[in-house]
């Protein structure tokens, strides 16, 4: 599809487990976002890519939490050693242009991969 | 420490009158606001925005107000429609950080046919 694609859709992970978190952004995207949304709350600033390089990490809770872009396209958020409170829903967002300059209009959001973890 | 408050959960209306939604925020450093939509199970999707230049944008059935002095943005449907029904989330961007935007809690409205 045309869109940003992330998988799994649905994952269950006892504490303890690493999981791993895939995005697909829209083809020729520059900017490359991930955002958490726990139950009940607005989607909250994880990190932020450029191309492969990850210019802002400011987001993340703990050093549980790694993400990667490596050749500039797909990007994975790895949370090792999965607690309860990282269960949430884990957006992925794709501009084509650096930042935030290509707002308003042009950042999109994937569905979501939604972490359960027991 | 939360930037951007929505301090209604949820919001219902009647099919034809005005949805108004309402959004706070406390850094004055913010210059772009935005609403968001999502309905269940999909990903957030650009509604409306409005720079800090102005006091309001328009956009069909769509119009957002900003009150800086108040540090408030409100958003304004009209007519309502049952497709409207949804999460309508409130962000902002800027400051010391040019990647980010902050989320509000989010306001579900309910259009009723």
């Known amino acids: 599809g045309a869109g940003v694609s992330q998988s799994p859709r649905y994952k269950v992970a006892k504490r303890g487990q690493d999981v791993a978190l895939r995005c697909d952004p829209i083809?020729?995207?520059?900017?490359l976002f991930w955002y958490q949304q726990a139950l009940g709350q607005g989607p909250e600033f994880l990190t932020y890519f450029q191309n492969e390089a990850q210019l802002d990490k400011s987001g993340l809770p703990s050093d549980r939490f790694f993400a990667e872009r490596p050749e500039g396209s797909v990007s994975t958020l790895k949370i090792q050693r999965t607690q309860q409170e990282d269960s949430a829903v884990y957006l992925c967002?794709?501009?084509?242009?650096?930042?935030?300059?290509?707002?308003?209009?042009?950042?999109?959001f994937g569905e979501g991969s939604r972490l359960t973890v027991l | 420490d939360q930037q951007v408050k929505q301090n209604s959960p949820s919001l219902s209306v009647q099919e034809g009158r005005i949805s108004i939604l309402n959004c706070d925020y406390t850094n004055s450093m913010f210059d772009y606001f935005l609403w968001y939509k999502k309905y269940p199970a999909e990903g957030p999707t650009f509604l409306i925005s409005?720079?800090?230049?102005?006091d309001k944008n328009e956009d069909g059935r769509f119009t957002v107000f900003l009150n800086k002095s108040a540090k408030h943005l409100s958003l304004h449907i009209v007519p309502s429609q049952p497709g409207d029904s949804a999460v309508y989330f409130c962000a902002a961007s800027g400051g010391n950080n040019f990647n980010k935007f902050y989320f509000g809690s989010g306001t579900k409205l309910n259009v009723k046919p």
């Open positions: 967002a794709s501009s084509p242009k650096p930042g935030l300059a290509g707002v308003p209009g042009e950042l999109f």
């Open positions: 409005i720079s800090s230049i102005k």
């Open positions: 083809s020729g995207h520059v900017s």
